[in-house]
């Protein structure tokens, strides 16, 4: 599976998750083409989500693109999986920590 057909595939995986969670205001960015700011792989109230479905994988990376996207509107965070292994939120510790106290 190429890289392009791979991330698109894992935002419509990540997508069925958080409905089935209840986040019934997910949705795939449609305009997924245009990238950047305000530009989230996936919409969810109150944050810019970026998806990364690689092996290979770089927090520090991906955390400073998911930041820079969200313009300091939105809580970035970022969903990653590797192959056969479970879904991972990384966020910075100062939004978790004012998302887990409210």
């Known amino acids: 599976m190429n890289s392009k057909r791979k991330g698109s595939s894992g935002e419509r995986e990540l997508c069925d998750i958080l409905h089935q ?42 955390m400073a693109q998911a930041e820079r996207d969200a313009n300091g509107k939105k809580i970035p965070i970022v969903a990653h999986r590797r192959n056969r292994k479970p879904w991972l939120v990384v966020m910075r510790l100062e939004d978790w ?6």
């Open 21 to 62: 969670a209840g986040f019934t205001e997910a949705h795939r960015n449609e305009q997924r083409y245009v990238g950047g700011v305000d530009n989230p792989d996936i919409a969810l109230d109150g944050y810019h989500v970026e998806v990364k479905r690689s092996e290979r994988f770089n927090a520090y990376e991906a």
């Open 97 to 102: 920590i004012k998302e887990a106290k409210s």
